[in-house]
């Protein structure tokens, strides 16, 4: 019933930043957590951050600091601000809808922090 269609990854310096995008097809995005989550080369997919249908959000202790989260339910858009980007943060980042109809991911994008 949904798509979701990740984009803003790519090659990126340590310090650098990028903007994620997440843009969700259907009627539900209103009603649903939302969540990016990271799959580092040889790791489990682990989550990063979440905004919740108030808005509030929440944070991995690697994220918080330097990483905002944030949606817009006019544009049925989820964003990750990613600021001071270290080596670490290397991943492939999945954008997850998540409500009482169970979970919707996306397809993932590419980010690369170079040392």
């Known amino acids: 019933q949904v798509q979701l269609v990740e984009s803003g990854g790519g090659l990126v310096q340590a310090g650098g930043s990028l903007r994620l995008s997440c843009t969700a097809s259907?009627?539900?995005?209103?009603?649903?957590?939302m969540d990016w989550y990271r799959e580092a080369p040889g790791k489990q997919r682990s989550l990063v951050a979440s905004?919740?249908?108030?808005?509030?959000?929440n944070y991995a202790d690697s994220a918080k600091g330097r990483f905002t989260i944030s949606r817009d339910n006019a544009k049925n858009t989820m964003y990750l601000q990613m600021n001071s980007l270290k080596a670490e943060d290397t991943g492939v980042y999945y954008c997850?809808?998540?409500?009482?109809?169970?979970?919707?991911w996306g397809q993932g994008t590419q980010v690369t922090v170079s040392s």
């Open positions: 259907g009627s539900r995005f209103r009603i649903s957590t």
């Open positions: 997850r809808m998540y409500n009482i109809y169970g979970a919707t």
């Open positions: 905004v919740f249908t108030d808005g509030s959000t």
